[in-house]
Nanobody, 117 residues
């Protein structure tokens, strides 16, 4: 199975910036064939879509983060990033990395992001 490990989470300040990373590890796979995305889940809420980047580099974002977050990928090192700018308290959540290729779906364990005002 593909293993995805998120990092870069932690404390952030409202209006500040934070960058999350997600790297495929332990078991290699053809990373370039997978669409990569970020999801988040706040306490008591359902997991929601945040951003996606396709194999062709095309991106998509949920309305609440458009203009503030940027997703990118570095295929040679099998890593996807989420650059978060203009942080808001409501961005606080457990962020998950996801890799998909057809019916194949892999999830990371999540990294916590807490934004303080």
């Amino acid at each position: 199975q593909v293993q995805l490990v998120e990092s870069g989470g932690g404390e952030g300040q409202a209006g500040g910036s934070l960058t999350l990373s997600c790297a495929a590890s332990r078991i290699a796979f053809t990373y370039s064939l997978y669409d990569m995305g970020w999801y988040r889940q706040a306490p008591g809420q359902e997991r929601e879509f945040v951003a996606m980047i396709g194999t062709n580099g095309a991106t998509n974002y949920t309305d609440s983060v458009k203009g503030r977050f940027t997703i990118s990928r570095d295929n040679p090192i099998k890593t996807v990033y989420l650059h978060m700018n203009g942080l808001k308290v409501e961005d606080s959540a457990l962020y998950y990395c996801r890799a998909t290729f057809g019916p194949r779906v892999y999830w990371g364990q999540g990294t916590q992001v807490t934004v303080s005002s």
